[in-house]
């Protein structure tokens, strides 16, 4: 009685599929109900762009949900949350500034392609990408040269190329070598261990980046690495001593870009006071505090706030426009999100086999979850404000493209995929 009563409790396929298409609709109801707001409030004439906007967002977010759910084998909510995260970004975007979410909207239908594209490829040769860990670093490494060499200066960090008039940002796709970098590492632990730097060549190679980082004056950037590089340490690795030496030095390491760049202290001040300087460097985070005061818990309702006011209001302070309309509720939401987006990523990497998945599983989550995490608290002011994107929510191709090629290496990842040998199977 008590096994068959187990039984009736345990999900089953035709209770997890019912389960995403509900959750599927609901994100459908508050696309409408979102767009109808912006129309009504926003939009002095409706025409037939932007209702080919609309119409556009909706028809596209639910197709690749219904693709995915069919044709995965692995986590259809993946693609669920990143869809959830970016129309609360999207709507936003477009409320500010039209030609900026009909554009987006654009960049969001080409991503959708690059993520199915990579998922069927990775998927169907699963083999060929694992292990190539110095093709990936060379990779990454090519990445920030051609940067430092080619690249132009915007909001003082050298971090952007201009290709015939389309500006990208190689440090957002830097990301996806990376990742498969550290997999790739952790996949020949044994190899690399008897290599000449042996158990800090990780580390070593890693800070090389980092250096890069500097270089650029990509501080924020550097520090979600960082992130990635320690989580999965901590996730992997054996010497239980090394993450907790790179946190030391990763303390000192605050302490002499403080004692070394200008822009670090003056960031550090508008942290502690930015009232001393309110017209001028301190005066972002006062409006972005200004615009989450003003929202309370359920917002000023879309259309009928100032996020305007805030400068960068669509990409950097994208958190604090979306708490003044849709409230602190809506930014608790989008947190949830996040979390839930690490947990899957969590429980992926637990259930695979493969210690390369594995690992891209946690390397995957872990940029994800600390570009959250930088964003939301440095609007916050909970830590010293830093210029980087959010996953899926913040304006930008080269994020948003970046994000979601991430999400694929994700969704396979999800995919069993049995596997002999590695480093779990070690003793």
């Known amino acids: ?52 906007f609309g119409g556009g967002l909706l028809l596209v977010s639910l197709l690749s949900l219904t693709i995915v759910h069919g044709v995965t084998k692995g986590d259809s909510y993946l693609l669920l949350i990143a869809n959830m995260i970016f129309s609360i970004g999207i709507i936003m975007i477009y409320r500010l500034d039209p030609d900026r979410g009909e554009r987006q909207l654009l960049i969001y239908l080409a991503s959708l392609v690059a993520f199915f594209l990579v998922t069927f490829v990775l998927r169907h040769s699963p083999k060929l990408w694992e292990g190539h860990t110095f093709f990936y670093y060379g990779m990454t490494i090519f990445l920030f040269v051609i940067t430092l060499a080619f690249g132009v200066t915007l909001g003082g960090a050298r971090n952007w190329l201009s290709i015939a008039g389309i500006r990208v940002q190689p440090s957002e796709f830097a990301k ?16 690399h261990e008897k290599t000449f730097l042996g158990r800090i060549s990780l580390t070593v190679l890693v800070y090389i980046l980092l250096g890069l980082f500097l270089l650029q004056r990509e501080l924020g950037t550097a520090a979600v690495f960082f992130a990635t590089l320690l989580t999965t340490q901590i996730a992997f690795e054996r010497h239980r001593w090394i993450p907790v030496a790179n946190f030391v030095l990763a303390i000192i390491g605050l302490y002499a870009a403080y004692q070394l760049f200008g822009h670090v202290r003056v960031r550090f001040a508008m942290w502690q006071n930015p009232w001393q300087d309110f017209n001028d460097k301190g005066y972002q985070i006062i409006q972005a505090l200004f615009a989450v005061a003003e929202g309370s818990f359920f917002g000023t309702g879309i259309g009928l706030g100032h996020p305007e006011s805030i400068p960068l209001a669509h990409s950097d302070f994208i958190f604090a426009s979306v708490i003044e309309e849709m409230g602190s509720f809506m930014g608790i939401c989008l947190i949830l999100l996040f979390v839930l987006l690490l947990y899957r990523g969590i429980k ?80």
């Open 176 to 191: 996806v070598p990376f990742v498969l970098f550290l997999a790739s590492w952790y996949k020949n632990y044994e190899q």
């Open 348 to 427: 992926i990497a637990m259930q695979q086999e493969r210690d390369f998945y594995a690992a891209a599983a946690v390397g995957v989550s872990s940029i994800f979850a600390s570009q959250a995490i930088i964003m939301f608290a440095g609007v916050l002011k909970v830590i010293p404000l830093t210029g980087i994107t959010v996953p899926f929510l913040t304006y930008g191709g080269s994020s948003l493209l970046s994000s979601f090629l991430l999400l694929a290496i994700l969704q396979v990842c999800s995919e069993h995929m049995p596997y002999k040998g590695g480093v779990h199977e070690t003793k």
């Open 1 to 52: 009685m008590k096994t068959d009563f187990l039984k009736r409790q345990e999900p089953t396929p035709m209770r997890a599929k019912q389960a995403f298409a509900q959750t599927k609709w609901l994100l459908f109801l508050f696309q409408f109900l979102a767009i109808f707001l912006v129309y009504l409030f926003q939009i002095k004439e409706i025409n037939q762009q932007s209702l080919l």
